[in-house]
């Protein structure tokens, strides 16, 4: 036989001459034997079955002095095999043999069940209480092998490993020592004469500085300016070093006070100032009467015991300037903090609706008799009727125009004679009108929360008031006398007022002052012109986008007129002859709406603004379809922002509701589709 196939039998006999039975121990010695030989003995001895992987090739060496348990054999059989580049996994009653490279994707013993060998491939599972798993990933990585499987799982913050046995123990270890409650707390430092918000933007800047130096774990500083105290958040060193430098700042300086310049980024200074001014000297008295001891005699030593505090407002920069001592000046810039907040706006759009309608009917006969020597005159219902016999009696009006004043409105059927002795007449009239009016008003008026604004459209008419004539005996007497009228100028159209005041919960108490007036149907040109004229004034309270019917009218009148001749009126049928009769009927109805909506961000105002935009050039657009003749075929002007973007929904939770829609909702509406911007027309040659 050639030396190479003896070595293998050669060392299966050596571990065969080895065995002790009454021991049950072994004694291993393998010397260039094939690791298919060495597997085949460990099966024998330990009574565990192996499935082998075709690529689980190669020869080992094994010496062993003194003889072994089973589990020693075990132990030593994976040993040898990790030395070569495999690795044992149980599966069922078998166990694989396979290379390391297919271990953690094969499987692998969880490491909690009960006792494995060193050597043996497993997998266990972290929890971890204090430490981010994500973080232990970079500092473990480098104690698993490059086949060995190492990850973190953030949402339940577990850390899994796939290794070996006693590699798994040995991270166990460091696992357990790392994830340690640290000593990050929070520690709250009040102060007593310095301002919380100065001091922490001292300490931020110092906490920069240590990072760029390459400080770690920098503390976390937050001002709570209600109760001028400092939150400090890190681990004890950190907070014991700012701590320290806290205690060193908080003195009370020496002096009156000092002065600081305030900058407003929403309030007025002007109007913010004698607010102030009035909230400091009560601070200021009550600090004076503590220091005092109070009583009559604190009370006599407090009037120059007042430390000065003096507020003045800049309007060109819009800036407070304060002087005061240390504590009034923290609370002074606490009280400024609260109110120089920016407020929102209230989009107020109103509606006033109004529809009437007017029927009329009239018909009668006036009979008229004219004698100058005598007195005549019968069924006389209208006197201009008498004045028109009279002038046509006086033969100074031939042609009849001075009669002519007696004809009215409608269908008129006059007979009768004139020119003899006596002059009769006989007047029909009948007329009949039905008339309706629509007319709708929608004012809308933008404002700050708590700001009273107004808006007027209409026209100033006049209105004559007085006039005065030289007619009579003295107009020629020292010299002439000019006559004149006094005129007065009244608005006539819509004027709104309003002033909204957002509380909580997106209600709004609003106050209305709303008067729309127009000049009655046929009065213009007149001398005493006649107004139509509508008020109201309110107080209301809305909610964000609800519509709200704030006053109305409904009035339905009806006019029966009629005159007759005594005892000729009331003969039937001919009595018809006699009479004369108007009837009127009047219906008004008339409501005024209103509905609110908070504008609290850019993107709201942006979302109203471009549908009201996108209303006037829409109708821009339809006028402008046609050139305009006589001036060179230009088209109407347009509005300039035919650019404007797309609307676009509001970044905020609250989104505002659809303007376009008449009906409220307890939600917000959904944001409609972009109107888009039609493209300008072509003017026409």
């Known amino acids: 036989m050639t030396p190479h196939r003896i070595r293998p039998w050669l060392g299966l006999c050596l571990l065969t001459l080895g065995l002790t039975p009454a021991a049950a121990n072994v004694t291993l010695n393998l010397k260039e034997a094939d690791i298919s030989t060495l597997i085949a003995t460990v099966s024998e001895v330990t009574g565990r079955n192996f499935i082998v992987d075709p690529r689980v090739r190669g020869k080992v060496t094994v010496i062993s002095s003194q003889p072994m348990s089973e589990e020693g054999v075990y132990e030593t059989f994976l040993a040898t095999l990790q030395v070569q580049g495999f690795a044992v996994l149980k599966t069922g009653e078998a166990y694989k043999i396979v290379p390391e490279t297919n271990a953690r994707q094969d499987g692998g013993t969880l490491a909690d069940r009960g006792n494995v060998a060193p050597d043996e491939i497993v997998t266990h599972v972290y929890a971890l209480q204090n430490v981010a798993a994500a973080q232990l990933v970079p500092i473990l990585r480098p104690l698993v092998p490059q086949w060995g499987h190492l990850a973190a799982y953030a949402p339940s913050n577990m850390l899994i490993i796939a290794d070996r046995a006693g590699n798994v123990s040995r991270l166990d270890r460091i696992i357990r020592r790392m994830d340690q409650a640290g000593d990050s707390e929070i520690e709250t430092v009040r102060l007593e004469f310095a301002a919380a918000s100065e001091v922490v933007r001292i300490l931020t800047g110092l906490n920069q500085a240590g990072q760029q130096e390459g400080a770690s774990a920098p503390a976390t500083l937050i001002a709570d300016e209600r109760s001028n105290s400092i939150l400090i958040g890190g681990d004890k060193a950190e907070r014991q070093k700012f701590v320290d430098i806290i205690q060193t700042l908080d003195i009370e300086l020496k002096g009156d006070g000092a002065t600081q310049v305030i900058y407003l980024r929403h309030a007025d200074a002007e109007n913010l100032a004698p607010i102030l001014e009035g909230y400091a000297e009560q601070v200021s008295e009550a600090e004076a009467a503590t220091a005092s001891g109070g009583g009559e005699g604190g009370g006599a030593r407090r009037s120059g015991a007042n430390p000065m505090v003096r507020v003045l407002a800049d309007p060109d920069t819009n800036a407070m300037i304060v002087t005061a001592p240390p504590k009034i000046m923290r609370q002074v810039r606490d009280v400024i903090a609260q109110l120089d907040i920016q407020r929102a706006q209230v989009l107020v759009e109103a509606v006033i609706a109004e ?331």
């Open 355 to 685: 529809v009437s309608s007017d029927q009329s009917s009239q018909l009668g006969v006036d009979w008229a008799v004219f004698n100058e020597d005598r007195v005549a005159a019968a069924g006389i219902l209208d006197s201009s009727t008498l004045q028109g016999l009279q002038a046509a009696a006086s033969g100074g009006d031939i042609d009849g125009t001075a009669a002519l004043g007696v004809l009215g409105q409608g269908l008129n059927v006059a007979i009768g004679r004139a020119g003899s002795s006596t002059t009769f007449g006989l007047l029909v009239k009948a007329l009949q009108g039905d008339g309706d009016t629509n007319i709708l008003s929608t004012p809308t008026l933008v404002t700050l929360d708590n700001q009273e604004a107004s808006f007027s459209a209409g026209q100033e008419v006049p209105f004559l008031t007085g006039s005065f004539s030289n007619t009579g005996a003295g107009a020629g007497v020292g010299g002439q006398v000019n006559p004149f009228q006094t005129i007065e100028r009244r608005d006539v159209g819509l004027t709104l007022g309003v002033t909204p005041q957002i509380n909580e919960g997106d209600a709004i108490k609003m106050v209305l002052d709303l008067e729309v007036s127009s000049l009655a149907s046929g009065s213009a040109g007149g001398a005493n012109l006649i107004t139509n004229k509508r008020t109201l004034t309110n107080t209301v309270a809305v909610e964000n986008g609800q519509i709200l019917v704030i006053g109305g009218l409904i009035d339905d009148s009806v006019t029966d007129t009629q005159r007759q001749v005594p005892l000729l009126g009331s003969i039937p049928l001919l009595g018809n002859l006699f009479k004369f009769r108007s009837v009127e009927k009047v219906k008004r109805n008339l409501m005024v709406f209103i509905r609110p909506s908070i504008l609290r961000n850019q993107a709201q105002g942006d979302y109203y603004t471009r549908i009201k935009y996108n209303d006037v050039r829409d109708a821009q657009l339809e006028a402008s379809g046609t050139s305009i003749p006589l001036v060179g075929g230009r088209s109407a002007v347009m509005l300039p922002f035919d650019e404007y973007s797309a609307i676009k929904p509001p970044a905020s939770a609250d989104e505002p509701r659809d303007a376009r829609s008449p009906q409220a909702t307890d939600g917000p509406r959904p944001i409609p589709t972009p109107v888009p911007v039609r493209p300008r027309p072509t003017p026409a040659p």
